[in-house]
């Protein structure tokens, strides 16, 4: 277990009053530069919003569980260093084609535009689609989560 994520889970708890042990512990994108750029909007409040292929959760290749309503993740940044708390507000399960503008904006990303969210995330998809020999496609269907931060390091 990652020792930062435990110390920041504890002065969570203390501080809020939370009384479980429930949470996932995870970095954004796929690298060190990209965990980093990524909680750095979420600090800064532009990024509310994150989309995962529902494939990787179906076949149980994700380290972490599906994410639910009111669930706890600890963010870490590109040296795997807890520095954030966000909790989950809605969880949508669609086809990529159907990813709108406000999906595209909540992310937080580029330019905040559908067509930019486009841009960077199908060629993101489509590598980690190769890597379990899976292919690409409109209607491969996207976890997109809706979450609000919560706490700080």
Request: hydrophobic fraction near 35%.
């Amino acid at each position: 277990m990652n020792q930062s994520a435990q110390e920041l889970w504890s002065q969570f708890k203390t501080e809020k009053n939370v009384l479980h042990d429930r949470y996932d512990v995870w970095a954004f994108g796929n690298s060190p530069q990209m965990a980093d750029e990524l909680l750095e909007l979420v600090l800064k409040g532009e990024k509310v919003g994150t989309s995962s292929l529902h494939l990787l959760y179906d076949l149980g290749l994700e380290e972490e569980q599906m994410p639910a309503v009111g669930s706890y993740s600890i963010v870490l940044d590109g040296k795997d260093q807890a520095q954030a708390i966000i909790r989950t507000k809605v969880v949508d399960v669609l086809p990529y084609s159907q990813i709108s503008e406000v999906h595209g904006y909540l992310e937080g990303e580029g330019d905040r535009t559908l067509s930019y969210w486009r841009q960077v995330h199908q060629p993101f998809f489509e590598q980690e689609l190769k890597e379990y020999q899976r292919t690409f496609s409109e209607d491969v269907l996207i976890v997109y989560e809706l979450f609000e931060l919560v706490y700080r390091a």
